[in-house]
């Protein structure tokens, strides 16, 4: 029997790496080990957006919502907008709401690029960007951040942008860095994109996560508006990732392109847990603060633990991740790269990991680090530091 025949485009990538390290911890791990790979929370979601989506099912709201989002949810993504950024966009003719922010990158960039366009990705880079710009029919180029402190080459920027440029895919807070993009980099990017006449697509999932200074847009540059969609959700701010509620914020001839592709992608976003979303987004102001705060401290003495341990990183300025140098411990057990550091570490002491090579195009140039997630409880954070600090005593 001949085999199926598959598709090019799915031949030129593999499956997530992340989504790969927490399978293998649920294989391997016992009750002491630890998920420092996958960006989700073990702590539970605010009790109010729970409440609301339960409602909201006993409710009956359990058919279709409106393709492009339920109006309650639409209407409170443009108050909040309005209320953290000056800006209210038109809830029927900017806002779509997608099923996380996964899909609302998937659907922009097929509603937006043609084969033979090129998108811009910065590297290293979350792992979806790459096979999303593929899908599409687009091809992706990259454009390095340096470290330690990912900073951004403005010559290194401007000599990818070309006549074949499409868009531009700007993660701000990044991952895997925690890096913030600071307002020169974004004018740099703002200036190319309108000299080269390209879309940006801003991830800002990680808005709220910011520990210094205050999160900006990209949108909110003069002349960027009308060519930007951003990108953001639910999952992150509101300790929801499985819920998959994201939503994009486009100029109206965008937004109908981006609908159009929505529709047939996965015709809409689960009804209740919408209703839920709008909950959350009428929060105070101090959730956002108390938020923010409680990620600095996790932050703060996790670094500490990591840097006990001889591993060498720069503070993240957001997110909640740690993009570390781990040649010490490559060195101490005598492993070849990062991929075998981080399958030992899940198979034989319970602790899951990213390795760094899954965020470069060219494997060997992340192959001493290791990314680790701190979106974790206390308690999940002091067990994670017994077992590191017992697997490297004194190494640094």
Request: aromatic share 10%; charged share 20%; glycine share 6%.
């Amino acid at each position: 029997m001949m085999p199926i025949r598959t598709s090019q485009k799915a031949a030129q990538f593999n499956e997530s790496v992340i989504r790969e390290m927490t399978r293998l911890f649920l294989t391997h791990s016992g009750p002491e080990g630890v998920n420092l790979a996958q960006g989700f929370p073990d702590f539970p979601a605010p009790d109010a957006l729970k409440e609301a989506a339960c409602a909201a099912i006993r409710a009956d709201l359990n058919q279709y919502a409106i393709t492009w989002g339920a109006k309650s949810l639409r209407e409170a993504i443009a108050d909040k907008t309005a209320h953290h950024y000056g800006v209210r966009p038109d809830p029927e003719r900017e806002i779509t709401v997608a099923c996380g922010a996964t899909e609302a990158m998937m659907a922009a960039l097929l509603a937006l690029t043609n084969p033979g366009d090129e998108v811009i990705v910065f590297e290293p880079f979350y792992e979806n960007y790459g096979p999303d710009a593929v899908l599409s029919g687009a091809t992706p180029r990259f454009v390095r951040l340096h470290a330690p402190d990912w900073r951004l080459d403005p010559a290194e920027l401007a000599a990818v942008f070309n006549n074949k440029t499409r868009a531009i895919i700007v993660n701000t807070p990044h991952n895997p860095t925690g890096k913030v993009f600071a307002a020169e980099e974004l004018g740099w990017i703002a200036a190319l994109c309108q000299k080269w006449d390209v879309v940006a697509i801003t991830d800002e999932i990680y808005e709220h996560l910011v520990y210094e200074g205050k999160h900006l847009r990209l949108s909110d540059l003069p002349g960027m508006a009308e060519r930007t969609v951003t990108i953001t959700g639910l999952s992150k701010t509101y300790s929801a990732t499985g819920w998959r509620i994201g939503w994009l914020l486009a100029p109206p001839e965008a937004t109908v392109a981006i609908r159009r592709v929505h529709d047939f992608l996965t015709v809409g976003a689960a009804a209740p847990l919408q209703e839920g979303a709008a909950t959350a987004l009428r929060f105070p102001d101090t959730y956002y603060a108390e938020l923010a705060t409680r990620y600095q401290e996790k932050r703060d003495s996790f670094l500490a633990v990591l840097r006990s341990v001889g591993l060498t990183a720069t503070t993240p300025p957001g997110a909640y991740y740690v993009l570390a140098d781990a040649s010490v411990w490559l060195k101490t057990l005598k492993l070849p790269d990062d991929k075998a550091l981080a399958r030992w570490l899940v198979t034989e002491r319970d602790i899951a990991v990213v390795p760094g090579s899954s965020f470069f195009r060219v494997p060997a140039e992340g192959a001493n680090l290791i990314r680790f997630c701190y979106c974790k409880k206390p308690e999940t954070l002091e067990r994670a530091a017994k077992l590191l600090t017992a697997l490297f005593p004194g190494v640094a």
